[in-house]
Every structure is written in C-alpha cells, then in structure tokens.
C-alpha cells in the first residue's frame, strides 16, 4: 500500500510538467548555457547578457548580501538597489536588527515606525554591511588539483584550505576585494566569488511592526499572508565611488544597476525570477540523514528553544522596554524554533524519508551493476549509516551542553569574555620570565599594556552587553533551561560545576539561578564596572557564573570533539554518493545546494492546494487585513490610520485593475532562509516585490522540493509604495524610484 501511495505521488509530481522546472537555485555565470532558453520560452525578456555579466552592467549588479562585518563569507538576508543613489529595500524582519537597536521607550521605532525626511537623518549601522558581486569563477580544477584518492579527510581538507587560501589572495587586488571560495556538490566543485563590500549603510525607512510584522509569529510561514515585511537602507561611499566606513563626507552610492519597479501587479502564470543569496538547503541528503534530524538533532532544539521564548515573552509582554530590549532576540528565535517544527511536520507528512529510500536502492543497484563502480561506490550508503549512527550518539549531549548551558542564560556567554583578563591577572612565576632583567621587565611591560588594554576593551563593550539585556528574564531562561539540562543529560555528563552547585541548592534550579544572580558580577553592569575598577584574580575565580561557563565549555568540547569526529567520517562519503548519484542521472541537470552564494531561480505566479478540498489564491487583499483585526491581540493590531485608509479604499495608483490594493502573492520560486529580502522581478527585469517566507505545508523544502505545494510568498511592491506614499507620507522616496506601468490597450470595436 505504501508503495501505491508513493508511485502515485511521484506520478503526480512528474505530471505538473510546468511547476517541475520552477526547482533549482542556479548560478547565474551558468544561466545561458543551463537555463536560458527554458527561461525565455516562460516568459524571460532580458537577454543573457542583461542577466548576468562581468564586463557591462546587469541584473547581478543590482542585488546585494547583508551581513555583519567587512569580510563575510555569507549573508543573513538578500536587498536590491532601487535607486541611482543607492536605496535598497529588504525585508522588515532583515532590517529588524538595525531597527531595534535605534530605538529606545521615547524613541520606539519597532511600534512607531522611522521615515527620514532627508538624507541628513538616516542613521548609521556600524555593524551592517553589503556586498556586491563583482565576479565568479569555477576553479574546480585548480582546487581538485591538489588533491587525491589516497589522502584522508584532513590531508585533503589542509591541501584544499592552503589552495583556497592562495586563489583569495591572488584575487583580492590587494585587499579592494573581498574572496570567498566555496565547495559544491560535497566537494567535487569549487567556486571563486569576489565581492565589493561596503560598510556604510544607513537606515532610511521602516513601516511600524504592525505593518511590517503583521501577523507576527502566529501568521509566520502561513498562507494567506497581510504582512508589509519591507525596510529601507541606503548605501554610502567615499566621494570616489570606493567603500568606505561611515563619515559625514560620505555619499550616496551611484550602482551600477539599479531594478526599476512595476506598477502592472501580477497574474497567474506570469514569469517570475527570485535573485539572492540563500543559505543552505540539503538537497541530496540521504534517508539516514533525514532520520538523523527527527529522531536525534530537531526534538532538541525545539523544546530548548521554546522554553527559552516563553522565559522571554513573560517579561515583554509585561514591560515595554524589554519587550524592545528583546524583540530582536525574540523574532529571530521563533523563527527558527517554528522552521524546526514545520520541518519535522513535512518531512513525516510527505514521506520524505521513504522517497530518499527509493533513490538510495536504486544507487545500490546502479553501483553494483559494474565492477569499478562497485569497488568506488558499493559502501557509500553503509558508510553514511555508520557516519550518522556516531553522530547520533553525540549530538544530545552537545545541544544541550551549548544550549541549555552555554549558549542559555547570556550571563554564562558574557562572564566567558573575561577569561583572558583571569589569565591576565595571574601573577607570572619567575621561571617563566627571561633571566635577563632586561628581557624580564620588557615582558612584565607588555604584560600590564596588554592587560590594561584588555580591562579597556572590557569596559567598552559594556554599554553593548546591557543595552537590550533584563537580569531578571535571563535569570528565568536560565531556571528553565537547567531544569532541562538537569533532567535530559545523563548525570555522568553533566558539567561539575553544575552538579555541585545544584547539589548544594537541594536540585532547585530557581534556587541555583538566584544564587548566580545574587552574587556574580556579571548581573549588572553597575558590577561589572565596580570590578573593571578594581580587578581581581579571586573575585573572577570565585564568580558563580564564570565557574559555570567554564565547566560548561570543558564539557562542550567534549562533546563537539566526538560529534566533529563523526561528522569528519562522512565527509569521503557524502563526496563519493553525489558523485555517483550524477553519474548515475547522467542526462539530469543538477542544481547545487544552496551555501549563501548568489542563485537565480525563476518560476511563476501560482495558487495551490494544501489539502482536500482546500484552495488558495495566488494573492491576498488589504480586505484580509480588516479580518484579521483583533485591538487585543498585539500581533494584530492595525494602525489607526492604515484602517481608515482601507476603509476608504483610498488606494491611489497602487490598487489593481479591480481597484483593490494586493498585499501579497504566492510563487512556485525555489527559494530558502538568506533569500528574505530578495526581489521578485518579472520577465522585463522589473521589481514586483520582495520574497519574505515560505509556506507551511512545504516546510521540508529545504531537504526535498514538493512542486506541488512549494510556495513562496511575496509582499507585492504595489502595497509597500502604498505604505511609503499614502501611509508614511515619504514621498521623496518615491520619487527616487523609476516607476514603469504600461499603458492600457485600447478596446477595439469592430465595425459591422
């Protein structure tokens, strides 16, 4: 019966003919050999050229990574440059970061929202940063040329990092560049990306979070979607057009493309193409590896996760200010914690795991039906049940060592920061200083400078360890997640520290997280700048908090020691079974998973059945956002204003041909976590809207793509102007934009 069921799905899939081409992230350097003709049959009207090219200006040149630092290997979120002076848009819940940490109780801009009226009030983010793609490269062969069957994992992991290492180099144009060199396809591919990063990118525009995160954690990954998930930054450089960090001098960025944005809406079947930088999918995963994330890694994560939420959410929804103290925290948190859940749910729904046992057969058979391909490839599968079986025995004790313990309570995290400073203040032993005096008191010197600089360094990142941190939540996620820890781990496994502690408290772990609060420096940072006055060894070695980090570490690299060692032992496998695998599907054209590089994947605007008798349609109205109204409910909440204007219907040049105003539609584009943000164009190349989340019944999407109900879903770039324009009133915005809308055909009457 099983098998029925299953024939009949893969039949079903093969049928949908049109919806199968929409799978796959492509590189866009490989597009006109790879895609481009199906591309334009669907309804493509740029030429090869004008998507992808290294010597002119093209589409590639409008998109941008966002990320945290001036060399990033890989980006949280994707944003598009929509002006000749450098705006981008991007999703709400990418800028929610930035947004958040501008605002304060008189100055909420995470419930008010932010316009700048000019360019004079854009406000800076040190921390932000955007990169451009100037080039890619295959450098397969110079990478796998150093490089052979006789090597283990680690002499072929140090060959490959030594080679990388000079391929960055050698194109970095002497540090203009950033180079990151990446594996594809488990190993059997390697890629060359440079980038041009700038750092100084400032906040220009966010709705309120009633807009912005409408619906908020109830809604996230549901159809239908109401949410406006949109910010607006700016990208600044030096007068000469170089990256520079930020500086009243700066100005506004002149790219080198910029999407110009449609007023003419969507409709079913139309051509759509999603640009960006999504993070990581495992496509070729196998069934033990699938098995391994239910039954060993997922069931973890999410019950230490959700604890740590409700610990969380108690207290903000109880005093504004930390709920802005956390709302970051907060979002990103659930986030992941209802992806696990939705994963779990589709992987057991749509018997992911015994449709990868199908492939895996026939891979046995395809291996065994030939000698040299035997002797290559006869154990892989073995040795991947082998590799996870380790796995599966050390991965428990590592999640909830790092996240019950380390990575729990922030108090734990933040008291590990000053473990040099205890080295530092460790008196040095005579037999460990040069005998000459000379010698002797030039170290004693470099010692105190660099302690001197470390208790600086400490001080200075004070304000930023407080400034969104309540010691009475924090206490209470650790209560609850060394409730978890004491219960789930075995005891022979658990940190000393925390045995012995919790032992003396009578196994009440309320009692232990009180007396770590009460009496460690790291609770406030009135004690912490106390101690930084005057540092000490005892105080430091004594302190309850950092007694915990530090057993906590001990036993987390225990931990990550076995699992790292099991991991390794799949490596040689999980290479070998790819290879095979497109060995085996010689005439099939393989994707490579997604690995925060930039990929193109187009597709087409779609509705879906996520269930009998159930349809949805391809978009949602402002209608939708009056139903959904509920003044009690803070996810629902409808600003005033934006009310009266749907009341009103006052629209302007934003409604449809219908005269109602479309907040979101759905795409059967392949898209995964980094895509948020990421534009959604037409076959013009024009701007349609911003991809902001998937849908719930395909949340196995990242480990098996399901045409039929994979969707992803869009905020409509006509809602965001009508929040711009007719809510916010920032219009100069918008005149910033190059808006294209087609002129209507004239109605033909024919004469009798």
């Known amino acids: 019966m099983r098998k029925s069921i299953l024939l009949l799905s893969f039949l079903l899939v093969i049928s949908l003919g049109k919806v199968v081409a929409d799978e796959g992230m492509w590189l866009p350097m490989l597009v006109q050999r790879l895609n481009y003709t199906d591309m334009q049959k669907a309804g493509l009207q740029l030429t090869a050229e004008e998507i992808y090219s290294v010597n002119h200006s093209s589409l590639k040149d409008a998109i941008i990574g966002l990320s945290n630092g001036p060399t990033p290997s890989g980006y949280f979120c994707t944003g598009e440059i929509v002006s000749a002076q450098g705006l981008i848009f991007t999703n709400h819940h990418c800028g929610y970061d930035a947004i958040q940490k501008h605002s304060t109780v008189e100055h909420d801009y995470l419930t008010d929202g932010f316009w700048a009226a000019n360019l004079s009030e854009e406000l800076p983010n040190p921390e932000l940063s955007v990169s451009f793609l100037v080039r890619m490269e295959d450098v397969t062969d110079s990478v796998l040329a150093v490089v052979n069957d006789t090597m283990d994992v680690q002499e072929r992991a140090a060959a490959i990092r030594k080679k990388t290492a000079e391929l960055r180099k050698n194109n970095s144009d002497n540090g203009r560049y950033n180079v990151v060199v990446k594996s594809f396809f488990e190993g059997n591919e390697y890629y060359l990306f440079i980038y041009e990063v700038f750092t100084d990118v400032r906040l220009v525009g966010a709705p309120p979070s009633s807009v912005g995160k409408f ?20 990208v600044y450089c030096a007068p000469d057009g170089k990256p520079a960090d930020y500086s009243p001098d700066n100005v506004p960025l002149q790219p080198k493309h910029h999407l110009p944005v449609s007023l003419d809406g969507v ?79 589709g992987l057991k729904r749509l018997n992911v795991k015994e449709k990868k046992e199908f492939l895996e057969n026939d891979f046995t058979q395809w291996a065994a039906g030939d000698e040299q391909r035997s002797q290559r490839y006869g154990t892989v599968l073995a040795d991947l049940q082998n590799g996870y079986s380790q796995m599966a025995a050390t991965i428990r004790p590592m999640l909830y060592t790092n996240l019950a313990g380390l990575g729990g309570a922030e108090i734990i995290g933040y008291a590990l920061e000053f473990a040099s400073l205890r080295e530092l203040l460790n008196p040095i032993s005579k037999k460990d200083l040069p005998k000459d005096k000379e010698m002797a008191a030039k170290a004693l010197q ?52 925390f045995v012995a502690m919790l032992a003396k408290k009578g196994g009440n772990t309320e009692a232990l997280a009180a007396e770590v609060f009460n009496n460690s420096i790291f609770a406030s940072p009135e004690k912490v700048n106390a101690f930084l006055d005057k540092p000490n060894l005892k105080a430091l070695e004594k302190d309850p908090a950092l007694r915990l ?27 070998l079974f790819l290879e095979g695998l497109r060995k085996m599907q010689a005439n099939k054209v393989f994707y490579p998973d997604a690995n925060s590089t930039m990929r193109m994947t187009y597709g087409s605007v779609q509705d879906y059945y996520p269930a009998d008798a159930i349809h949805y349609d391809y978009i949602s109205t402002a209608k939708g956002i009056l139903e959904k109204e509920d003044p009690t409910n803070d996810e629902f909440i409808v600003p005033p204003y934006l009310k009266e204007l749907i009341e009103k219907q006052d629209f302007g040049p934003y409604a449809d041909d219908n005269g109602k105003l479309i907040v979101c539609f759905l795409s059967t584009n392949d898209i995964t976590g980094g895509n948020s943000g ?12 911003l991809a902001f989340d998937g849908n719930w019944e395909a949340m196995s999407g990242d480990i098996a793509f399901e045409p039929a109900l994979q969707r992803t879903i869009n905020v409509d770039v006509r809602y965001v102007l009508f929040i711009i324009d007719k809510y916010a009133g920032a219009t100069r915005l918008i005149d910033e934009l190059t808006i294209h809308k087609s002129e209507p055909k004239p109605i033909r009457i024919e004469k009798i």
Request: glycine letters at 8%; proline letters at 3%; aromatic letters at 12%.
């Open 446 to 497: 470099e010692r105190q400078e660099k302690l001197a600089a470390t208790i600086k360094n400490l001080r200075e990142g004070v304000q930023e360890q407080f400034k969104d941190y309540y010691a009475p939540a924090d206490q209470k996620v650790m209560a609850v997640l060394f409730d978890a820890y004491a219960h789930e781990m075995p005891f022979e496994l658990q940190a000393e520290a």
């Open 549 to 575: 980090a530090d057993s906590f570490m001990g036993k987390a690299m225990e931990a990550a020691g076995g699992f790292r060692t099991a991991q390794a032992s799949l490596a040689t496998a999980k290479r």
């Open 678 to 689: 990421s534009p959604i164009i037409n076959g013009k190349g024009e701007l349609i809207g």
């Open 267 to 345: 409709k079913k079947d139309d051509f759509t193409m999603i640009w960006g930088f999504p993070g990581n999918t495992d496509r070729y995963l196998t069934s033990f590896g699938v098995d391994f994330n239910l039954n060993n890694q997922y069931p973890a994560i999410i019950e230490l996760l959700g604890r740590k939420l409700d610990a969380w959410k108690s207290f903000m929804e109880a005093d504004t200010k930390v709920k802005i103290q956390y709302a970051s925290k907060h979002a990103s948190m659930a986030n992941t914690w209802k992806y696990l859940i939705g994963q779990t749910r």
């Open 215 to 234: 619906g908020g954690d109830t809604d996230n990954w549901m159809w239908p979607r109401h949410t406006g998930d949109f910010s607006i930054f700016r």
